[in-house]
Nanobody
């Protein structure tokens, strides 16, 4: 059974930092693309960042570029999202997701939620002004 479990969310003041973790288990993710999406109340799910387990350059959504960094620890099967210079508009539930770039869902973008088959339950991040 595939599981993605997020942790690390919480309440932080504007300008502060948080690091989210996503622990993956239940299958081999070595060829997968792992991503972070976020969803604020009343808004659509938004792409934040993605990275391949096998390496290569990560890529980011425009709203987080330069402030967030995605990374992975293959030995721990864990993906991280380091979030710096947080703003109140970063407040959202943050979801970890996994996609098979060789699967039918994959369109090549990596920024579309429908490309991702596996999802965690999310972790709340709240940034106060």
């Amino acid at each position: 059974q595939v599981q993605l479990v997020e942790s690390g969310g919480g309440l932080v003041q504007a300008g502060g930092s948080l690091r989210l973790s996503c622990a993956a288990s239940g299958r081999t993710f070595s060829s997968y693309v792992m991503a972070w999406f976020r969803q604020a109340p009343g808004k659509e799910r938004e792409f934040a960042a993605a990275i391949r387990w096998s390496g290569g350059s990560p890529y980011y959504g425009d709203s987080v570029k330069g402030r967030f960094t995605i990374s992975r620890d293959n030995a721990k099967n864990t993906v991280y999202l380091q979030m710096n210079s947080l703003k109140p508009e970063d407040t959202a539930v943050y979801f970890c997701a996994g996609a098979d770039p060789n699967g039918d869902r994959w369109s090549g973008s990596g920024r579309i939620s429908n490309e991702y088959k596996y999802w965690g339950r999310g972790t709340q991040v709240t940034v106060s002004s």
